[in-house]
């Protein structure tokens, strides 16, 4: 397939071309006599300010043919692909982000779906928050919030160490997390039911609701992020984890990433040598095994 192919742009579909880009995970710069530059692992696209799209990279000419060609109509949303079939009138589904995480916060977020909403939030393209780029992340986040029930209940890293010191696991952490999810969109509108990603024994997060939950009908399964409720709770918990993080990266002046890489342990251990392993437990899981690495770096013997 080419590498590279160049043809003449309408510019009157710019705006929509670059929201598509941004939808598909690309990065965006200026380069001189372009309107922009954007760029994937595999992908650029340059569009010039004389209409012309230059596009490089791994099979250029079959992503012109599927974004660019002259007939293509750009979409900023994907179309949402999850079930929004439920036996229910009304369900809370719940999920989280920032679990497999080494720097920042456990997010667990609830949303309420029901019958006079779900046209809504399917239009909204909807779907497991790990199919979608963050730009596209925070557009549709605030458009769940405005069209549902939700809660976010955000455990950021000094209070998560304290709390796994005390419960002593992953699953009874997260369970917690999800009950108190629930719980809080029960205080604003009762519902007698509740969807989660299976993480452990159903029995978790049923012993660690309260009054308001406790007779709730509860279904853990996997694959729950195919539910639209579920799908979108994922939406707005990664949203919360991903401001967080760059909230914790100006405060810090660290570019922390996600996930647990070499690049983390690299940037945990300039976040030691800048502020002491002391301070390490107020932005990172201090369970990891990334931690015991980095103090090995650190601290040798």
């Known amino acids: 397939m080419a590498n590279s192919c ?53 099979n250029a000419d079959e992503f012109i043919a599927r974004f660019i060609n002259p007939s293509f109509q750009p979409q900023d949303k994907p179309k949402s692909n999850v079930s929004q079939n439920s036996p229910y009138s009304s369900w809370i589904g719940t999920d989280e982000s920032g679990k497999g995480d080494y720097f920042g916060p456990l997010v667990i977020a609830g949303v309420l779906a029901e019958s006079k909403n779900l046209e809504k939030l399917s239009k909204l393209g909807i779907q497991d928050s790990k199919k979608l780029s963050d730009p596209l992340i925070r557009k549709i986040a605030p458009e769940i919030k405005n069209n549902a029930v939700f809660s976010i209940v955000t455990i950021n890293p000094a209070k998560y160490n304290e709390l796994y010191k005390k419960i002593g696991n992953l699953n ?16 604003k509108k ?52 991903v401001r967080r993080m760059q909230k914790m990266s100006d405060e810090y002046g660290i570019k922390f990433s996600k996930g647990a890489s070499e690049e983390v342990i690299k940037q945990a251990k300039l976040f030691v040598s800048k502020y002491g392993a002391e301070k390490l437990s107020s932005v990172a899981k201090m369970h990891f095994k990334t931690t015991e690495k980095v103090i090995k770096i650190t601290f040798p013997e």
């Open 6 to 58: 160049s043809l003449k742009f309408d510019l009157s579909k710019k705006e929509a071309l670059k929201n598509c880009l941004e939808a598909q995970g690309f990065s965006f710069k200026q380069a001189e006599h372009t309107l922009w530059r954007a760029q994937n692992k595999e992908i650029t696209v340059t569009l010039y300010k004389s209409g012309k799209v230059l596009v490089q990279g791994k």
């Open 172 to 187: 009874n952490l997260l369970a917690w997390g999800h009950a108190r999810s629930i719980e809080n969109i029960l205080k």
């Open 190 to 241: 009762p519902c007698n039911n509740a969807l989660s990603d299976k993480f452990g024994n159903e029995s978790l997060i049923k012993n660690a609701l309260l009054k308001n939950g406790k007779n709730i009908n509860l279904e853990q399964r996997t694959k729950a992020e195919d539910d639209i409720a579920v799908a979108a709770a994922s939406i707005i918990a990664r949203d919360e984890f």
